[in-house]
């Protein structure tokens, strides 16, 4: 089936160190690839997408290329802030559905 | 745009008693989410609607489960005879879907409580 697997958490970084998130997936045809955000007390947000391979998705500083030969989509950022402190969730979407499939969430602490 | 509302914000109810979420997507949207997360999971899928019509079912969604969207505007999310195995946040998304990467807006979500 189709599914999505992120590194667990928390991450937790000092200011302005680099991170990695990791993701990986499993799909059947051609997904979509999605990076959400969920900052403490909020809804979701969309970070960041990529519909094909080679995609890269960026967006307030993060990025993200889609990896097809390792079915991957990591989320990178070069130099983290305090304010980046949240929830990440990868996410894929399917040619032949319209329902987002989540990992389980990566927590990211980023002290000063 | 207004964003997704969802109302309420929090439900604690007791086991066995029935409860109704409603949802107001974003103006124009025809596409309408329903999700749900438990603690330390990421959001999973229940159902969702294009404009009033119902298109797709989880099997999460047992027969309790009912979801409404009665004039492609808002919908309704009830469940029946609750169970503590249902207490979670239910979220809402809309989109106007053009492609198959359309973005999903998210609501703030309604934090269940069944005691």
């Known amino acids: 089936g189709n599914s999505v697997t992120q590194m667990e958490g928390p991450v937790t970084l000092s200011e302005e160190a680099f991170l990695t998130i990791n993701c990986t997936y499993t799909a059947t045809g051609y997904p979509s690839l999605f990076w959400y955000v969920q900052y403490p007390g909020e809804g979701l947000q969309l970070l960041l997408k990529a519909t094909k391979a080679d995609d890269k998705g960026s967006n307030k500083g993060f990025e993200a290329t889609y990896r097809k030969e390792t079915t991957s989509f990591h989320l990178e950022k070069g130099s983290v802030q305090v304010s980046d402190s949240a929830v990440y969730f990868c996410a894929l979407k399917v040619d032949n559905t319209d329902k987002l499939i989540f990992g389980t969430g990566t927590r990211l602490q980023v002290f000063p | 745009d207004t964003g997704v509302s969802q109302d309420p914000r929090h439900k604690i109810t007791k086991r066995g008693q029935n409860v109704t979420f409603r949802c107001d997507p974003i103006s124009e949207h025809n596409r309408l989410y329903w999700y749900r997360q438990t603690l330390g999971q990421g959001p999973e899928f229940l159902t969702y609607?294009?404009?009033?019509?119902?298109?797709?079912k989880s099997r999460l969604l047992s027969d309790r489960f009912s979801a409404e969207r009665p004039k492609g505007s808002f919908s309704t999310l009830e469940i029946q005879r609750t169970e503590q195995g249902d207490s979670a946040m239910y979220l809402c998304?809309?989109?106007?879907?053009?492609?198959?990467?359309?973005?999903?807006?998210f609501g703030p979500g309604t934090r269940l409580t069944v005691l």
């Open positions: 998304a809309s989109t106007r879907f053009l492609d198959r990467a359309d973005t999903q807006y």
């Open positions: 609607f294009q404009n009033e019509a119902q298109l797709e």
